[in-house]
């Protein structure tokens, strides 16, 4: 059960640092580098991950797009978990998200990307979550061994990962693009 309940806290761990958000405010442009970022990160909070390519530069858009896709990251979960239902249910986010340029030159620009990831899913789901992880293992678990993964989980992802990031931004034709993961340190 051990191993077990090592893969509940990598699943977890998986949804809350591939998980990025904004705590709210607007909703980004293109039309700058800031506005740039802040887009992208908003397309992640509506999980629009099909909107996500377009808002990448084009010389490392096959590289970053599964690093901003939440879709992508969950390849290691078992099939037998719904993984759609519980993106449905899940909220994501970004604590004391700030956002500003940090340099411009031409058509490159830094944009400095600082908060927290989180996430948040439903006690109903994250129990189903959990469970179905600890059944993909072969074995049938209690609620008690369910309960227990599942206050694991939930500190995984109520607790957030903090990012601090510097991240290159590119004008390609009137459009400010992201050329950079400001999740790889979460």
Do not use: H
Request: hydrophobic share 45%; glycine share 10%; charged share 20%.
């Amino acid at each position: 059960m051990r191993r077990l309940g090592m893969l509940v806290v990598l699943a977890a761990g998986l949804l809350v640092s591939a998980c990025g958000g904004s705590s709210g405010g607007g909703g980004g442009s293109s039309a700058d580098p800031v506005g740039a970022v802040n887009l992208l990160v908003n397309t992640m909070v509506a999980k629009q991950w099909d909107k996500i390519p377009a808002q990448l530069c084009s010389a490392k858009r096959d590289e970053l797009a599964p690093k901003y896709d939440i879709t992508k990251a969950l390849s290691a979960v078992p099939s037998s978990v719904d993984i759609g239902s519980i993106l449905q249910s899940m909220t994501l986010g970004v604590k004391d998200l700030a956002v500003t340029q940090k340099s411009v030159s031409g058509d490159s620009a830094v944009v400095t990307v600082k908060g927290t990831l989180t996430t948040s899913l439903p006690d109903d789901k994250l129990r189903e979550y959990v469970k179905a992880i600890l059944a993909a293992g072969g074995q049938t678990p209690t609620d008690a061994q369910v309960d227990q993964f599942v206050v694991v989980a939930k500190d995984q992802f109520t607790k957030g990962r903090p990012i601090a990031a510097d991240v290159d931004v590119v004008k390609e034709g009137s459009a400010w693009l992201v050329c950079g993961d400001f999740t790889a340190g979460a």
